[in-house]
C-alpha cells in the first residue's frame, strides 16, 4: 500500500514541475525575451576583422574630402567611359602672330604661344640648323592662280602644302587631285574656317573630321595637318585636334596678300619673302594672290641660289 503512495505523490509533483515550467516559457514569449542561444561565427569575425582599418595600423576612419579648389575638374557624366572632358582644358584665344627680324635670325612670337603649340605637337619653324625652308598655302578657295602656282612648283621640283576647306574640296576636285598626284601635302583648314576656340568640342570635330571625310573618299588619303582658321586657337583646340592625329602648323613668316582687291604686285611679294627668310621657315602665302603667283618662281630660284633647300612638312619633328 505505501508502494502506491509515493508513486502517487511522485506523479503529483512531476506533473506540478511540468505546469510550472510550461508557464515560465508562455512568459518569456510574452516579454519578448529571445532565448535562442548565439552562435559565434569565428571565420567570418575574422575575415571582418582584417578589413578593419584599425586593424591594419589605418585610423579607422574615412579618408577626408580634399578641398574642393584641390579636385581635379571632374569628366562630364554626359561622355562615355574613356571619353576626354575637353571643357577642363584653358580656351583663352590666341591670334598667332610672328615678330620680324631684319637680320633672317628666327623670328619671335607672342608670349606662350610657341611653348603651348609645341606642348601638343605642333610647330611654325623647320629645322633651324639648316638653310632649308617650307612651302604653305592656304586655299579658302580658288581664284584662278593654282594651276599656275602648282606649274611653278612642278618646274622647279619643290614640294609644298596646300590646306583646303570643304568648299574648296567639293568645287576643285581636279586641282586637289593634282596636288595628291604631284607629291604636295594636302593639309586641313576646316569645314567652314570658323575661329575654332568660339565653338564647342563637337563642332571643331565636325569642322576637322568632316572635311578629313570628303579627302578620303576622294583620294583615299587621310589629312595629318591642321591650319587653324585665322591663326586662332586655344589650349582646348590644340588637344582635340591633337587626339584627332592632327599636328597644327603654324608659320615664321607671311604678310598680308589674301585681299584680292589689294595686291601690290610681283615686287612687292619677293621683298616680303625674301627680306624675313631665315633658317626653318614656315612661309606662308595665300594661293588667291595674283602678286604671289607672279613672284613665286623668282623666289624659288633666288633661294637656291643662296643655299636654301625647300623642305616638306613630313620632314619636321
Known amino acids: 500500500m505505501k508502494k502506491w503512495w509515493f508513486i502517487f505523490i511522485a506523479l503529483v509533483v512531476l506533473a506540478g514541475l511540468f505546469w510550472i515550467g510550461c508557464r515560465l516559457s508562455d512568459d518569456s514569449q510574452q516579454n519578448g ?4 542561444p548565439v552562435v559565434i561565427d569565428d571565420e567570418k569575425n575574422e575575415s571582418e576583422s582584417e578589413n578593419d582599418p584599425a586593424e591594419n595600423g589605418g585610423n579607422g576612419q574615412e579618408e577626408p574630402e580634399p578641398d574642393p579648389e584641390d579636385k581635379e575638374p571632374s569628366e562630364d557624366p554626359s561622355q562615355e567611359p574613356g571619353e576626354t572632358d575637353y571643357n577642363k582644358y584653358d580656351n583663352k584665344k590666341y591670334a598667332w602672330y610672328v615678330l620680324r627680324k631684319s637680320d633672317h635670325s ?7 604661344m610657341a611653348e603651348l603649340v609645341n606642348k601638343y605637337g605642333g610647330f611654325y619653324l623647320g629645322d633651324t640648323s639648316q638653310k632649308v625652308v617650307y612651302l604653305t598655302f592656304d586655299e579658302g578657295y580658288e581664284y584662278g592662280y593654282t594651276p599656275k602656282i602648282l606649274d611653278i612648283l612642278r618646274d622647279n621640283n619643290v614640294k609644298a602644302a596646300f590646306f583646303i576647306t570643304l568648299p574648296y574640296l567639293n568645287k576643285n576636285p581636279e586641282l586637289v587631285e593634282r596636288m595628291v598626284n604631284e607629291g604636295h601635302i594636302v593639309g586641313n583648314h576646316t569645314v567652314s574656317h570658323p575661329s575654332l576656340p568660339e565653338v564647342d568640342n563637337q563642332k571643331i570635330i565636325d569642322e576637322i573630321e ?3 571625310k ?3 573618299e576622294r583620294t583615299g588619303l ?3 595637318y ?3 582658321p585665322k591663326g586662332e586657337f586655344s589650349e582646348r583646340t590644340l588637344k582635340i585636334s591633337s587626339d584627332l592625329g592632327y599636328r597644327n602648323v603654324f608659320w615664321s613668316s607671311a604678310y598680308d596678300d589674301w585681299d584680292v582687291n589689294k595686291q601690290k604686285g610681283a615686287d612687292y611679294a619677293y621683298k616680303m619673302v625674301m627680306d624675313n627668310v631665315h633658317n626653318g621657315n614656315v612661309i606662308l602665302l595665300h594661293a588667291v594672290s595674283q ?3 607672279e613672284a613665286l618662281d623668282r623666289i624659288i630660284k633666288d633661294l637656291k641660289a643662296q643655299g ?3 623642305g616638306t612638312l613630313d620632314e619636321i619633328n
Not at 33 to 36: A, G, Y
Open 33 to 36: 525575451v529571445d532565448k535562442t
Open 106 to 112: 628666327t623670328p619671335g612670337t607672342g608670349a606662350g
Open 210 to 212: 568632316g572635311l578629313n
Open 214 to 216: 570628303a579627302f578620303r
Open 222 to 224: 587621310d589629312m595629318r
Open 226 to 228: 591642321l591650319r587653324p
Open 291 to 293: 602678286s604671289n603667283t
Open 308 to 310: 636654301y633647300r625647300f
